[in-house]
């Protein structure tokens, strides 16, 4: 007897076909060793930036960024005039 999937003999009358028959499939996409998935690419990217900044904070005198080189000015007096 063939199965439901017998596709040979299209015009058998005896090979019982489903009609309208709904199937749910389930696909599975692996991403690699099973860690998750590019979580160490944005890790990478984390440190790399706190590297930068610490850097940047650690050398600002050396690259002009404050210091000892920036001067507050307040003056001694400020004149208000109210008419």
């Known amino acids: 007897m063939a199965n439901e ?3 040979d003999r299209p015009n058998d009358p005896q ?4 009609v309208d028959r709904t199937v749910e499939r389930t696909t599975i996409i692996e ?3 099973g860690n998750g998935g ?3 690419g944005v ?5 790399l930036i706190i590297v ?14 404050g210091g000892s080189k920036t ?9 208000v005039n109210i008419n």
């Open 31 to 33: 991403t690699g060793n």
């Open 43 to 47: 890790l990478a990217v984390v440190l």
């Open 15 to 18: 090979v019982d076909r489903p």
């Open 71 to 79: 001067e507050i000015s307040i003056p001694d007096q400020i004149d």
């Open 5 to 7: 999937f017998d596709n």
């Open 52 to 65: 930068v900044l610490a850097l940047l904070f650690f050398f600002r005198e050396q690259l002009g960024l």
């Open 38 to 40: 590019g979580g160490g």
